[in-house]
Nanobody, 122 residues
């Protein structure tokens, strides 16, 4: 079992910045891909950014050029730097990770964090 704990959300004015963190803990052999998703009220959850173990990244078009995903494999942590925030970025942000355990190194499991609220408003 692997737990993901997000931090760094909050209230920010339009044009401002926030940095989200998500730390994984538990029975970890290796963490493969990690990602950030978000869900706004009344909308479906969407993938915001994704990063592979070797650092290859992908972003939803609406955040390209403003958000940057990164990771620290030694700390089992993924980050999301969010700049030039807009009101439409307001949502609960969730991280997820695909991982392998010491007892099951050939099987990939998925885990989700509990979410952190990001509100962009003046």
């Amino acid at each position: 079992q692997v737990q993901l704990v997000e931090s760094g959300g909050g209230l920010v004015q339009p044009g401002g910045s926030l940095r989200l963190s998500c730390a994984a803990s538990g029975s970890i052999f290796r963490i493969d891909a990690m990602g950030w998703h978000r869900q706004a009220p009344g909308k479906e959850r969407e993938l915001v950014a994704h990063i592979t173990r070797d650092g290859t990244t992908n972003y939803v078009d609406s955040v390209k050029g403003r958000f940057t995903i990164s990771r620290d494999n030694a700390k089992n942590t993924v980050y999301l730097q969010m700049n030039s925030l807009k009101p439409e970025d307001t949502a609960v942000y969730y991280c997820n990770a695909n991982y392998r355990t010491p007892l099951s190194t050939l099987t990939s499991f998925a885990s989700w964090g509990q979410g952190t609220q990001v509100t962009v408003s003046s």
